[in-house]
């Protein structure tokens, strides 16, 4: 699977839109990009996944570049609650998790 | 609704005592199951998945083994903890199916002193 590359830590202010960037310059054609977070002492949560495509939910949106090699995770208006780690991966959509790899991810920081 | 059960949230043991971790997982039938591992301040390590009963893959050999007893049981093991054992751990389900999500368990905090 394609290794990304994401800023260790960002700060975003209480309502305001957080945009945390995800490089993948090696993506492959059949790798999807996914999106987990973890607050801290808990289990990851799914946000959201795509190919290449913008995607959005009642959580997020994925804006994946034209070329695939980047994408960001958007939170439209984030909340304190939205303190966490939060991982970018990307993988071949087969029907195996063992290539879920998460990297150390990128500490978002909602401040009042 | 399918949900992920796993126990105990927290657990201290002495080096060299056994372990036994459990995960069941409720709503769904044959899903692939997942342990990781992971240690303080770091991202996550997989340690174990199985696609069915009995059928175990581990991807770091270790001090860990994994067994799968009942189709929605997965139980992590150890007959004697080391101190690098502390971390946290989780397990995890998906469906057997393309493109599917990885649902996590709340995790255990396991301490080896």
């Known amino acids: 699977d394609a290794k990304t590359t994401q800023p260790t830590s960002m700060d975003c202010a209480e309502g305001r839109a957080a945009n945390l960037p995800c490089n993948h310059s090696t993506i492959s054609g059949n790798e999807y990009v996914y999106w987990y977070r973890q607050i801290h002492s808990q289990g990851p949560q799914y946000i959201i996944h795509?190919?290449?495509n913008n995607e959005t939910n009642e959580m997020a949106s994925l804006i994946i570049t034209e070329d695939r090699k980047s994408s960001t995770l958007i939170l439209p208006h984030a909340t304190l609650r939205d303190t966490a780690v939060y991982y970018c991966?990307?993988?071949?959509?087969?029907?195996?998790?063992?290539?879920?790899?998460f990297g150390p991810g990128t500490r978002l920081s909602v401040l009042p | 609704s399918q949900t992920i059960h796993q126990w105990p949230a927290t657990l201290v043991q002495p080096v060299g005592s056994p372990l036994s971790l459990e995960c069941t997982v409720e709503g769904t039938s044959n899903p692939n199951l997942y342990w990781y591992r992971q240690a303080a301040g770091r991202g996550l390590q997989l340690l174990f998945y199985?696609?069915?009963?009995?059928?175990i893959s581990s991807e770091v050999p270790q001090n860990l083994s994994a067994s799968r007893p009942q189709d929605r049981q997965f139980i992590l093991s150890s007959k004697k903890l080391l101190l690098s054992d502390s971390g946290f751990y989780l397990c995890?389900?998906?469906?057997?199916?393309?493109?599917?999500?990885?649902?996590f368990g709340s995790g255990t905090q396991l301490s080896v002193l």
């Open positions: 991966i990307v993988r071949v959509g087969d029907n195996y998790g063992q290539n879920f790899v």
């Open positions: 995890a389900w998906s469906r057997g199916r393309v493109n599917e999500k990885l649902f």
């Open positions: 795509g190919l290449k």
């Open positions: 199985s696609v069915g009963i009995g059928q």
